[in-house]
C-alpha cells in the first residue's frame, strides 16, 4: 500500500507563495490519480486540486484557479501544489489522497490512500 507525505507547508504572508509536496513511498504512483484537499478550523475538508496518473490533466477548484497550479514527478514520485497570490482564507491543513486509477475527482470518496496533512496559515 502506497503511503503519502505532504511537505512544505508553513507561515506566509497574503500575496506570498508556497510550494507543497506529497511524495509517495511507491514508484507504482505513476498509476495514481491524486487529488489535495484542506480543512480550515471549523469547517468541512474541501477540495483543492487533482491530477491524473500521467500528470496530462487537472482539476481545480474555483477557489484556487488562476493562483494554485498542480504537476507531479513520476520518477521522484512526488505531487507538487504550487501556491501563488496567498489569501487569509488559503488558511487550512492541507491533504494529499490518491486512488489507483482513480477519476480525477473532487469527491473525497474516490481517494483510499491519505497522507498526514501539513499545516499552511496565511497571516499578516
Known amino acids: 500500500q502506497v503511503q503519502l507525505v505532504e511537505s512544505g507547508g508553513g507561515l506566509v504572508q497574503p500575496g506570498g507563495s508556497l510550494r507543497l509536496s506529497c511524495a509517495a513511498s511507491?514508484?507504482?504512483?505513476?498509476?495514481?490519480?491524486v487529488g489535495w484537499f484542506r480543512q480550515a478550523p471549523g469547517k468541512e475538508r474541501e477540495f483543492v486540486a487533482a491530477i491524473n496518473p500521467n500528470g496530462a490533466r487537472t482539476f481545480l477548484s474555483d477557489s484556487v484557479k488562476g493562483r494554485f497550479t498542480i504537476s507531479r514527478d513520476n520518477a521522484k514520485p512526488t505531487v507538487y501544489l504550487q501556491m501563488n497570490s496567498l489569501k487569509p482564507e488559503d488558511t487550512a491543513f492541507y491533504y494529499c489522497?490518491?486512488?489507483?486509477?482513480?477519476?480525477?475527482?473532487?469527491?473525497?470518496?474516490?481517494?483510499?490512500?491519505w497522507g498526514l496533512g501539513t499545516q499552511v496559515t496565511v497571516s499578516s
Open positions: 489522497a490518491g486512488k489507483k486509477w482513480g477519476l480525477l475527482a473532487p469527491m473525497e470518496r474516490e481517494y483510499n490512500v
Open positions: 511507491v514508484f507504482t504512483f505513476s498509476t495514481y490519480t
